[in-house]
């Protein structure tokens, strides 16, 4: 026989669900592993699933799989790759003009498709000069988003209605989209007690009828820090003497 015998090439892949529960719990231990699967067999093992139906290898899925926000999705390489890869593409070009990303597919037997990607969206969807790669890469991220808009649109069915991480990266979580919404309500001030009217109500008789303060000022002070009903402001108002009053007291 010649020396020259093909051996048997040495793979992780596990071939049934012990083999894979072994899998997940071994490569969790370990620290080569990316942060979202370390001490974490269950998203390893789901993550592992996902390659399969993509095509993927279990150490390829683990590569080219993240998790965001608790979502699933695929870093971009991985993607057009997995695209090229399939016997339905034709071909994909990109290109990028400095302003605006473009990103043409073909599947076999239709008609090309592309979709862009420019500054004007990424300024329309709050993300032109947001923190991170937006700023630092935003050619690379207008790239991104075309890429994901044509693969998804034209090979749904390759990928397995997978996500783009680079697109999914941009989506507010829940906690932000909470604080925006409690950032842009008014704030709630609380409302002006009676007590403190009460004991403030003689002194502030006082100042009026010296020319010191008036009503206005008084419960425009009291608005900055509290609610006030519209039965607080008319006594406060009923402080300031009557012109007549006035009149016959100096007299």
Known sequence: MSELTVKPIFSLAPQNIEEALKFADFLSASDIVPKDFQRKPANILVAVQWGMELGLQPMQAMQSIAVINGR???WGDAVIALIRSSPLCEYVYESDDGETATCRVKRVGEDEQFRTFSMTDAKAAGLAGKQGPWSQYPKRMR???ARSFALRDVFPDVLRGM???????DIPTEREVNQARKADEPKQLPPYP???LDESAEKWRGMIA???TNPDHIISNIKSKYTISQEQEERIRALAPIEGDATNASA
Do not use: H, T
């Open 143 to 145: 790239q991104m988003r």
């Open 210 to 212: 010296q020319n010191r």
């Open 72 to 74: 699933p999705s695929l």
């Open 194 to 196: 009676d007590s403190k």
């Open 163 to 169: 996500p783009m991480a680079e697109e999914v990266q």
